[in-house]
């Protein structure tokens, strides 16, 4: 059995390859950027009115002589006199002999003519050529995660497909005799299967989208073959049940028989403790716990720093912070403790709840308490390292 650190640090040593792949922009959202992006274009491409209002040439005088218009989406480009201007609107080319455009607040215009009420500084209201960014120049670094703004900056340079991180192909292997899909009447004898929908949900939510989910019965032949068809097509396996010690927990026994490495079983924390890792080649295998809450604890923890890393993201583990406790935890076991928890401004709770099996608590839960196996006590007030359930 090894420590919640020593678990973190095997787990962080992985991947040690990447996939990328071409996505559409509109596809995008989310993605990390696996290289750099160059612009192709000046933006914006040529001088920009930043307002509605009139372009001229600058000078002394306060009247000026209508001479044309220009609004968005125009290409003429008009050759003004000295004391003529151009009606133009936000958007629209400032023609090159202009150096100024007015608000139309600051002018009155009678007919063909403006008469100037408050003069604006040389070269007011233009956005020059190049100026948010140049042709060649980088757009976007590679490891930039693509929200919507970055989206919407890479589309006005006609950028339309750009190359990623590939996000993980996953499958989730359920395994258990007692379990039953949710929709029918509920045998004797049998549990509503959660773990698969649970953790689909929690992939969704950080931009897993290719995700298989395949049902077992405890038999080692089912669970043998079904892994093997697993490691020659998916990234990463989550398995859930089936790891611990009893007569028809065959998933350990299926996995090394699949010739998948070993790379750590058993955790000293509470819940969570009988978590299996390992890997063949460059698919990664998690074997959680079958009780949901454990299952829940021990993805949040360990298999979701992989799946950030392997998506190209910077920080991959969930925010951890300092928070004044408002409950006294008593640690007699020796373990590291992951206690779902309610955070709030700098103050936190235990809620009651805390068994390994209920996801009710886990509900109202935004954050888990970590206390370290060699804390025996927090008293009330203490401060404590808090992770905030946020995907």
Same mark, same amino acid.
């Given at each position: 059995?090894?420590?919640?650190?020593?678990?973190?640090? *095997?787990?962080?040593?992985?991947?040690?390859?990447?996939?990328?792949?071409?996505?559409?922009?509109?596809?995008? @959202?989310?993605?990390?950027?696996? #290289?750099?992006?160059?612009?192709?274009?000046?933006?914006?491409?040529? +001088?920009?009115?930043?307002?509605?209002?009139?372009?001229?040439?600058?000078?002394?005088?306060?009247?000026?002589?209508?001479? %044309?218009?220009?609004?968005?989406?125009?290409?003429?480009?008009?050759?003004?006199?000295?004391?003529?201007?151009?009606?133009?609107?936000?958007?629209?080319?400032?023609?090159?002999?202009?150096?100024?455009?007015? $608000?139309?607040?600051?002018?009155?215009?009678?007919?063909?003519?403006?008469?100037?009420?408050?003069?604006?500084?040389?070269?007011?209201?233009? +956005?020059?050529?190049?100026?948010?960014?140049?042709? %060649?120049?980088?757009?976007?670094?590679?490891?930039?995660? @693509?929200?919507?703004?970055?989206?919407?900056?890479?589309?006005?340079?006609?950028?339309?497909?750009?190359?990623?991180?590939?996000?993980?192909?996953?499958?989730?292997?359920?395994?258990?005799?007692?379990? =039953?899909?949710?929709?029918?009447?509920? #045998? =004797?004898?049998?549990?509503? #299967?959660?773990?698969?929908?649970? @953790?689909?949900?929690?992939? +969704?939510?950080?931009?897993?989208?290719?995700?298989? *989910?395949?049902?077992?019965?405890?038999?080692?032949?089912?669970?043998?073959?079904?892994?093997?068809?697993?490691?020659?097509?998916?990234?990463?396996?989550?398995?859930? %049940?089936?790891?611990?010690?009893?007569?028809?927990?065959?998933?350990?026994?299926?996995?090394?028989?699949?010739?998948?490495?070993?790379?750590?079983?058993?955790?000293?924390?509470?819940?969570?403790?009988?978590?299996?890792?390992?890997?063949?080649?460059?698919?990664?295998?998690?074997?959680?716990?079958?009780?949901?809450?454990?299952?829940?604890?021990?993805?949040?923890?360990?298999?979701?720093? @992989?799946? +950030?890393?392997?998506?190209?993201?910077?920080?991959?583990?969930?925010?951890?912070?300092?928070?004044?406790?408002?409950?006294?935890?008593?640690?007699?076991?020796?373990?590291?403790?992951?206690?779902?928890?309610?955070?709030?401004? %700098?103050?936190?709770?235990?809620?009651?709840?805390?068994?390994?099996? $209920?996801?009710?608590?886990?509900?109202?839960?935004?954050?888990?308490?970590?206390?370290?196996?060699?804390?025996?006590?927090?008293?009330?007030?203490?401060?404590?390292?808090?992770?905030?359930?946020?995907?």
């Amino acid at each position: 059995m090894i420590s919640v650190k020593t678990a973190l640090a *095997i787990i962080s040593e992985f991947p040690k390859t990447y996939h990328f792949e071409v996505v559409s922009l509109n596809e995008a @959202l989310n993605f990390v950027l696996s #290289e750099d992006v160059f612009s192709p274009i000046n933006m914006p491409p040529f +001088r920009q009115s930043a307002m509605d209002g009139y372009a001229f040439k600058y000078s002394d005088k306060d009247k000026y002589f209508i001479v %044309g218009e220009s609004k968005a989406g125009d290409s003429n480009n008009h050759i003004l006199k000295e004391g003529e201007a151009v009606r133009i609107f936000t958007g629209a080319l400032v023609p090159d002999n202009a150096d100024t455009v007015i $608000m139309q607040e600051h002018v009155e215009r009678e007919g063909d003519k403006i008469h100037i009420q408050k003069m604006a500084s040389q070269c007011a209201n233009i +956005r020059k050529t190049g100026e948010q960014i140049e042709a %060649g120049a980088i757009a976007l670094k590679k490891d930039t995660k @693509l929200n919507e703004a970055a989206i919407g900056f890479l589309a006005c340079l006609g950028i339309t497909t750009v190359s990623v991180y590939k996000t993980p192909k996953v499958a989730i292997l359920v395994t258990g005799n007692e379990l =039953q899909k949710p929709g029918i009447d509920l #045998e =004797q004898g049998k549990i509503y #299967e959660s773990n698969s929908i649970m @953790l689909k949900a929690a992939l +969704r939510k950080v931009g897993v989208k290719d995700i298989e *989910i395949i049902r077992v019965k405890d038999d080692y032949k089912d669970t043998k073959t079904s892994i093997e068809n697993v490691l020659n097509t998916k990234d990463l396996l989550l398995v859930s %049940g089936g790891i611990s010690v009893g007569d028809y927990d065959f998933v350990k026994e299926a996995l090394l028989e699949n010739d998948v490495e070993e790379l750590f079983y058993k955790i000293n924390q509470k819940p969570g403790k009988p978590l299996w890792f390992g890997k063949k080649e460059n698919t990664y295998v998690f074997a959680l716990p079958g009780n949901p809450a454990s299952a829940l604890t021990c993805f949040y923890i360990y298999a979701l720093p @992989l799946l +950030r890393k392997m998506s190209g993201y910077k920080h991959n583990h969930l925010q951890k912070l300092i928070a004044k406790s408002k409950s006294a935890i008593k640690n007699p076991s020796g373990k590291t403790l992951f206690l779902k928890a309610k955070l709030e401004g %700098g103050s936190v709770e235990v809620l009651h709840g805390q068994s390994s099996a $209920m996801l009710y608590t886990y509900a109202l839960s935004n954050a888990l308490i970590c206390v370290d196996f060699e804390t025996a006590e927090v008293k009330i007030g203490d401060e404590v390292e808090c992770i905030k359930l946020e995907l």
